[in-house]
């Protein structure tokens, strides 16, 4: 059935945290190595050994620059995309033929590749670009929350995650039920002020997005913000060694760092 | 959005069919019984072989041919799946009115019924194939109020000068078919400029800023993208090779009609002008459906670093 469940009352979805996110990709990686050989098997790759190596991936990391009023230097924000498993995903209700579906119980949202025609129509309802077509399967591939493990009591407890999140060495994803508002993730959201992407097409997706924390970098990495020698017995000892040190001209002061980028000596 | 041939064929050729269909039903209405067995047999055979043709192109572009039965199932939610039980549905009254419109099985004061029965859904079947686009709320240039109108005008124009067509080919062609194929020719070329006035009104109010949710920080741009050749979403979505040349191709359409219209009325003192204005007519559609997957841009281009969508 393409029509949509009554609302669900488990959520699950994932957290995304585009602070600590550093773009490694490894989410993405371990997502395509789960899932090519799971639910959504395979995950076709095309013309791997050319230059327009080409495939079906579930999650994307995507870098954006983002010039911030008042700031000289732009900011890197390493911004992951998957499926966000919407409440009204417009994506099933499209289907004709009911392959595409949100689970009643858990709110995930599938397509059953069994019964999918590969029309496509439901990749154009999705104003997120997350749903796939693979070309050799001839049918739509979308995340699916690793459906295959987070209920797979063969894994044990600790691995019953998503791959993405499992992957991630920087704890930048997160999952959990969004629907139960004492969750650890649904926390985080409120802690972080969580966001949903294009809350204005009204697909009200689960997943969330933790904005990047104010940039730090103006008080911890600049050289006028590192601590400057207080004339004690230790810093007037270091700098009497950098000045013996340094053959020729004047000696740098202890702790001062040098931008210009040339190597002493 | 990627034009896919085969969803342009179907469009055009099935649109065309159930245009021709629709007035077939007309004339049956108004003038009963087809004038002969050979021109009302012709006439219905060249409506459904245009719908048929249509409908085997549009699985021609699925991955799974073979399951495009699954399709008739979610007639509930879904107005891709309305079409195909409507163009189903069609059939039966379609093939029903022509056998006896035409005169196979004489049963006159059956045709009016089913000329009502067959008009009404071949009209349906073109107003749920607008509606497959026009309910996509990702896409601007089709999430728009025109859209269906489009459809159905040009199925009605192209069905028309078909229509107009086979009737001088048979060698009785009443001045009443001119001018009645060209109000629909006109009513064609009002409805796509008041359709292209409108998405060219409507504001691209959805930034990367926003997509991203990013512009609470500032101006966004795209720095790095997720692959190393382009994936199936910009292929998909990110089509644009028609934008670009969007103004010629729409005064193409535009001279195409009124060359269509122009030839229509030669046909009151040329034999077989008429012909030429249907094939402007078809051409006219083809390429105005092209523009019309050509010229959408798909919100998730945003993501690919589209300013605005």
């Avoid at chain 1, 732009?74 to 392959?99: D, K, M, N, Y």
């Avoid at chain 1, 699916?144 to 994803?173: F, H, Q």
Wanted: charge should be neutral.
């Amino acid at each position: 059935m393409t029509s949509l469940p009554p609302p669900t009352a488990r959520k699950l979805g994932l957290v995304i945290d585009l602070d600590t996110c550093v773009g490694c990709q490894a989410c993405v990686t371990s997502c395509k190595e789960w899932n090519t050989q799971g639910y959504s098997a395979p995950l076709t790759d095309e013309h791997t050994q050319g230059a327009e190596a080409t495939g079906v991936w579930l999650n994307r990391v995507h870098g954006y620059e983002v010039r911030e009023a008042g700031q000289d230097q732009s900011r890197i924000v390493h911004f992951p995309r998957s499926c966000l498993h919407c409440e009204e995903p417009a994506c099933v209700t499209v289907c004709p033929t009911g392959a595409s579906y949100k689970r009643a119980e858990d709110g995930i949202v599938l397509v059953n590749p069994e019964t999918c025609i590969g029309c496509k129509l439901c990749s154009w309802a999705c104003p997120y670009g997350a749903r796939e077509y693979d070309q050799s399967h001839g049918v739509m591939k979308k995340c699916t929350l690793c459906v295959d493990r987070i209920y797979n009591d063969n894994l044990g407890e600790d691995d019953r995650l998503p791959a993405c999140v499992k992957a991630c060495p920087t704890s930048a994803r997160h999952f959990g039920d969004l629907g139960d508002s004492s969750s650890k993730v649904s926390q985080l959201v409120a802690e972080r002020g969580g966001y949903d992407l294009l809350p204005e097409m009204g697909y009200k997706p689960v997943n969330k997005y933790l904005p990047p924390r104010a940039r730090r970098d103006a008080t911890t990495s600049r050289a006028e913000a590192l601590p400057k020698p207080d004339g004690s017995a230790f810093d007037r000892l270091f700098q009497w060694a950098d000045k013996v040190l340094s053959p020729g001209k004047g000696s740098a002061r202890a702790n001062e760092v040098d931008h210009s980028g040339k190597l002493e000596g | 959005m990627h034009p896919a041939y085969s969803v342009i064929l179907f469009t055009t050729a099935s649109g065309a069919g159930y245009g021709l269909l629709a007035l077939l039903c007309l004339v049956g209405l108004s003038h009963g019984e087809a004038s002969t067995l050979a021109f009302g047999l012709t006439a219905m055979v060249i409506a459904l072989g245009l719908i048929t043709i249509g409908l085997l192109s549009s699985t021609f572009h699925l991955g799974h041919p073979e399951r495009a039965w699954r399709a008739l199932s979610q007639w509930r939610s879904s107005w891709l799946s309305r079409e195909g039980v409507l163009a189903v549905v069609t059939y039966v009254p379609a093939v029903l009115f022509g056998v006896v419109w035409s005169g196979l099985y004489p049963a006159l004061d059956l045709i009016k019924p089913l000329a009502v029965i067959t008009g009404v859904l071949a009209l349906l079947t073109v107003m749920s194939t607008g509606k497959i686009y026009a309910t996509l709320a990702t896409i601007r240039a089709w999430h728009n109020g025109w859209t269906v109108w489009v459809y159905l005008a040009f199925a009605l124009a192209t069905g028309a000068t078909i229509l107009a067509a086979i009737t001088s080919v048979f060698g009785n062609f009443p001045a009443f078919l001119v001018w009645f194929s060209n109000a629909w020719l006109v009513a064609a070329l009002a409805v796509i400029l008041a359709y292209w006035r409108s998405i060219d009104a409507a504001p691209r109010d959805l930034t990367i800023e926003q997509a991203t949710g990013l512009g609470r920080m500032g101006q966004v741009s795209q720095w790095e993208v997720p692959h190393t050749a382009a994936n199936y979403v910009q292929k998909e979505m990110g089509y644009a090779v028609a934008r670009k040349h969007a103004a010629k191709l729409r005064r193409l359409v535009i001279v195409a009609l009124v060359l269509a219209v122009l030839m229509m009325l030669a046909g009151l003192a040329v034999p077989f002008a008429a012909l030429l204005s249907a094939a402007l007519a078809i051409f006219a559609a083809v390429v105005q459906r092209w523009l019309f997957f050509a010229e959408a841009q798909h919100v998730s281009t945003l993501f690919y670093g589209a300013k605005a969508a």
